[in-house]
């Protein structure tokens, strides 16, 4: 069965400092595609970045990185220089598609505070 | 760019009442995906629609029903209300059932049990 694990609950930093958000899965497909989901306070599901399990590039989109490690089986999210803006739920999912199932299996989600 | 519509965006019932929540997917997508996320929690997979089929369930509990349209609109059925039921519902859509394509996310109907 699949699983998404974000151990961190919750995380408060000081605008302008970076914070890595942890996301960690389990899965016995050999293909499958990893997401990560912002839900700021009011509510609704922000699309962020989808990687498939054949690629562990990492990837960087302004102040956001994303770090992917099959081999520790990883998906971890860095802002850099973290904004008020930021303040929100962040969600890692999976979907074991083709075969497996499509539908996504999210994480318990971590709850990024950003003071001023 | 046209995103997922949901309505309504709240609701309020009464327990043992009926509620219909609708969706609007993003346009040329066919498949239909429904999610509820109670207070605090992550979002847990209710069903999906590949072109007007039921393509995948979840835990979808036999009170409620979903059923996709022509038009590819869906919409999802819910009976009997609990105040269990109490929760944000998502409705998201995507190009294809593959799996490898993105959903996108409607806002949410927060349907709330009295």
């Known amino acids: 069965a699949q699983k998404v694990t974000q151990a961190q609950t919750e995380i408060s930093v000081v605008e302008k400092e970076d914070v890595t958000l942890d996301c960690v899965y389990e899965?016995?497909?050999?293909?499958?595609?990893l997401f990560w989901y912002k839900q700021p306070p009011s509510g609704e599901l922000v699309f962020l970045i989808r990687?498939?399990?054949?690629?562990?590039q990492n990837e960087i989109s302004g102040r956001y990185s994303w770090n992917f490690q099959k081999s520790t089986s990883s998906f971890n999210f860095t802002i850099t220089a973290s904004q008020v803006v930021d303040s929100a739920v962040y969600f890692c999912?999976?979907?074991?598609?083709?075969?497996?199932?499509?539908?996504?299996?999210f994480g318990s989600g971590t709850r990024l505070q950003v003071q001023p | 760019a046209a995103g997922v519509i949901q309505s309504p965006r709240h609701l309020i019932k009464e327990k043992r009442e009926t509620a219909t929540l609708k969706c609007y997917p993003i346009?040329?997508?066919?498949?239909v995906y429904w999610y509820q996320q109670g207070p605090g929690q992550d979002p847990q997979f209710l069903i999906s629609?590949?072109?007007?089929?039921?393509?995948d369930k979840g835990s979808i509990p036999d009170r409620f029903s979903a059923q996709q349209f022509s038009d590819y609109h869906s919409e999802l059925n819910m009976s009997s209300l609990e105040l269990g039921d109490s929760a944000l519902y998502f409705c998201?859509?995507?190009?294809?059932?593959?799996?490898?394509?993105?959903?996108?996310f409607g806002p949410g109907t927060r349907l709330t049990v009295l």
């Open positions: 990687r498939n399990s054949f690629d562990e």
């Open positions: 899965t016995r497909d050999t293909t499958y595609y």
């Open positions: 998201a859509s995507s190009p294809g059932t593959g799996g490898t394509d993105t959903q996108y």
């Open positions: 346009p040329r997508h066919d498949t």
């Open positions: 629609f590949y072109e007007k089929m039921q393509s």
């Open positions: 999912a999976l979907s074991e598609a083709p075969t497996g199932r499509r539908a996504l299996t």
